[in-house]
């Protein structure tokens, strides 16, 4: 006997028969565990059973996180934990009420988030405690979004051994057709399993013609047994940050990596405008929407930022709660139909357009590339160098001053047109997600330039003036020296990889009128870049404004060679040109009154200690070591060893320069092509000047004691949780490899090689020549 289906107005998602007197008398029983075998973080927590003839039974855990339902009807029954999250933790409740984007947490996911792995890696365990207690209990690990009506917003599934048993999902009865194609309110509740997908449905799907109806949420328990439910916890890695403005080796290193991965793209899947699918992915490795929208949130350590990487230079990870990593937004077009709805086209939101900023494709390319993530602390921005060949080359080479319209002075207008088209992405996502979170920029060669000038504006934008700290590496010069005064409260840490040539363009003395003189003379610079620059020299001389200068404090890395078996390097802050950016070296060296030279793009595109891979990540990987090890150890950042090396350099180039001196004043008439002979009299004496203001710098360097805030920044006033994270760190071999680079340099083993360390490396007897191409 049955019972006619009731009317849609009465039960809006139950269609098809029921019996009149289906049987009852069954039980089921469960229990919520963490990976220790323990049930009481999960105590008290609202959970709701529904049977197989959709009566739903409500009830809490109890102290052990178990809970049992008795007398329902036979069959099957599915198990949800959706109980909203209604604590006063302000994180969550800002997360669940926050204007763009509101999550919806629930108490399963908080508590989730306050337990912990048992393996430090992430990887699940196979010994938990509850599962030899429970048997013959079934027993399954399962995740919370298992349990939950939304899931957009929760990491991918791991790996697991033992998931829930999807065969007894095939027992419960189907989800209707309308709820499966058709309904896309956010607030209707789901389907219950006693809502019949019809036979003719059903044979539509086996021929293709309709996706399979998903199955209901929820975990499917059988009845009349008892059920160890093992919850993964909801932990996530992120790469540390110091959120202090001070310099410190751990951004120095994390940054670089960074810097790099933005070289990458956001690797989303479907990547398309609009996205039409009810989700999105991240397969691509390495990508930044890989890194950020799948592999840290589910555990997995990832070191690769550039596809042609093959040395592994891990982060340092911590573990963090889930909801405290850096997020990308959810893709869900039932819960954020305003934004995520494929109806609205070119206006829709996903996550590729709201954290990668990729402009190539438009009408009007800046060829501006960029990612941006946040969590509750900082806002991760990172600009990409120089990529493309043509499109990059064109706006590194236009190196026109033109007025910098948020503020004083004048600026690149190459790289301030970069700039206002990465302002503009950058304050829509500040709009949305901004809330007082120190802003972290960092850029690499173009990328670096068009940072700075982007921290600037942002910096003077009254509606945020956020705290922002910047680290660029090998980056050209991007303003005036109006700019570079009026830019003076922007925290800005330069590093420059000794032998970099960037950082030393544009020349101080270029300003050209438009890149129209490059398109037409390109093939000379690129080809004879002396004659081609000298053809050009009496457009690009900048005779009406002022010359190009730096902004920020330089950290310089500079090599020290003993030998062809002992080498270091250290990072340092030189004062001089000779060491900063060959500028007076290269001076002496001029044809025609210009650097021997190529372009920028030429020298970027060949110039391997401009690479981040090859150069800067190596370099800040050891700087970090080194910095460790003097912390720990409590030496100094420069040996004797070290110090009389570089202290010898410079007497000698000094005594050069004295030199040089010296015959301007003999023989003036063999410098005719340079400046005036008093102007280069003044740029000598004060290069010297320069060279014994770093000298005095080097001593300081080498009597420095090296702090923890110096090392981790931030972190330093949390020492146990930075040995936690380097524990994880140092569990991979290649951080903790003997690098030469990275290691303070060995004593002298014997009488002579003590004596060529006093004398700058050299073993007595040996030719010793040292000029200023030596030390630059």
Request: charged share 20%.
């Amino acid at each position: 006997m049955s019972l006619k289906p009731l009317a849609a107005s009465d039960a809006p998602f139950m269609t098809g028969n029921i019996h009149a007197c289906p049987l009852r008398g069954h039980s089921t029983s469960f229990q919520l565990v963490d990976e220790f075998g323990d049930g009481k973080p999960y105590a008290g927590l609202t959970f709701e059973i529904t049977d197989y003839e959709d009566t739903i039974y409500t009830g809490k855990l109890d102290a052990t996180g178990s809970g049992k339902v008795d007398n329902h009807y036979c069959g099957p029954v599915v198990l949800k934990l959706n109980q909203p999250f209604k604590g006063a933790e302000a994180l969550y409740k800002d997360l669940r009420t926050r204007p763009h984007y509101p999550l919806p947490i629930t108490e399963l996911q908080v508590r989730a988030e306050k337990t912990r792995f048992f393996n430090k890696s992430g990887v699940r365990t196979q010994a938990n405690p509850a599962k030899d207690l429970a048997a013959p209990a079934a027993y399954y690990q399962i995740e919370v979004s298992e349990l939950v009506k939304h899931v957009a917003h929760l990491p991918p599934l791991a790996f697991r051994r033992d998931p829930p048993n999807m065969v007894v999902h095939k027992l419960l009865r189907s989800t209707p057709k309308t709820r499966a194609f058709t309904i896309v309110d956010k607030n209707i509740p789901d389907g219950g399993i006693g809502a019949v997908f019809s036979q003719m449905d059903m044979a539509t799907v086996e021929l293709g013609f309709f996706p399979p109806p998903p199955k209901p949420k929820g975990i499917a328990l059988l009845p009349n047994k008892h059920h160890v439910m093992e919850v993964r916890p909801m932990r996530a890695l992120r790469p540390m940050l110091s959120t202090g403005s001070e310099f410190c080796a751990l951004n120095l290193y994390q940054l670089a990596l960074m810097s790099t991965l933005s070289y990458t793209d956001f690797g989303q899947e479907p990547d398309t405008q609009p996205v039409r699918t009810d989700c999105v992915s991240f397969p691509l490795q390495p990508s930044s929407g890989n890194w950020f929208g799948h592999a840290l949130p589910q555990f997995d350590e990832l070191w690769k930022v550039d596809a042609t990487q093959t040395k592994k230079y891990y982060p340092l990870y911590e573990e963090v709660p889930y909801s405290k990593r850096l997020e990308v937004m959810p893709f869900d077009p039932l819960l954020y139909p305003e934004v995520n709805n494929p109806e609205l086209g070119d206006e829709q939101e996903h996550p590729a357009k709201l954290h990668f900023l990729d402009d190539r494709k438009q009408v009007k390319s800046s060829d501006t590339q960029a990612f941006i993530t946040h969590h509750d602390e900082l806002i991760l921005i990172s600009v990409r160098g120089t990529n493309e060949l043509l499109a990059d080359g064109l706006r590194d080479a236009d190196a026109q001053q033109v007025p910098f319209e948020e503020g004083e002075g004048k600026v690149h207008n190459g790289f301030y047109g970069a700039a206002k088209v990465a302002y503009t992405f950058v304050v829509s996502y500040l709009e949305k997600f901004y809330s007082g979170q120190k802003l972290l920029i960092t850029g690499h060669s173009l990328g670096g330039a068009v940072a700075l000038l982007l921290a600037e504006m942002l910096r003077r934008d009254p509606q945020y003036a956020p705290d922002i700290v910047l680290y660029t590496y090998g980056a050209p010069r991007a303003g005036d020296a109006t700019f570079i005064e009026s830019a003076q409260p922007l925290n800005h840490h330069r590093i420059v990889k000794h032998n970099d040539p960037v950082p030393s363009v544009p020349a101080t003395w270029m300003n050209t009128p438009s890149k129209s003189m490059y398109l037409k003379h390109g093939a000379v610079i690129v080809l004879t870049p002396v004659i081609g620059l000298a053809y050009l020299v009496v457009n690009m001389i900048n005779f009406r404004g002022e010359p190009y200068g730096h902004h920020g404090k330089l950290r310089h890395f500079m090599p020290v060679i003993f030998g062809k078996e002992h080498k270091s390097s250290i990072l340092w802050e030189p004062g001089c040109s000779t060491i900063n950016d060959h500028g007076c070296a290269e001076a002496l060296q001029q044809i025609d009154g210009l650097p021997q030279r190529g372009s920028l793009l030429e020298q970027v595109m060949q110039a391997a200690d401009h690479s981040m891979v090859g150069s800067y990540i190596p370099g800040c990987w050891a700087s970090l070591r080194r910095w460790q090890e003097a912390q720990e150890l409590k030496r100094s950042l420069v040996t004797l060893r070290e110090f009389d090396w570089i202290k010898n350099g410079l007497e000698n180039i000094s005594r050069q320069l004295t030199d040089l001196e010296r015959q301007i004043d003999r023989n003036p008439t063999a410098h005719a092509n340079y400046h005036q002979d008093d102007q280069k009299k003044r740029a000598l004496k004060e290069e010297k000047e320069k060279i014994q203001m770093t000298q005095a710098r080097l001593v300081a360097l080498h009597s420095q004691q090296v702090t923890e805030a110096d090392v981790y920044g931030s972190y330093a006033d949390q020492p146990e949780w930075v040995q936690e994270n380097l524990l994880r760190w140092k569990a991979h071999p290649e951080n903790i490899v003997q690098e030469q680079l990275a290691m303070i340099p060995p004593v002298a083993e014997d009488h002579d090689a003590a004596i060529a360390a006093m004398t700058g490396g050299h073993a007595v007897g040996l030719p010793f020549h040292l000029d200023i191409d030596s030390i630059v």
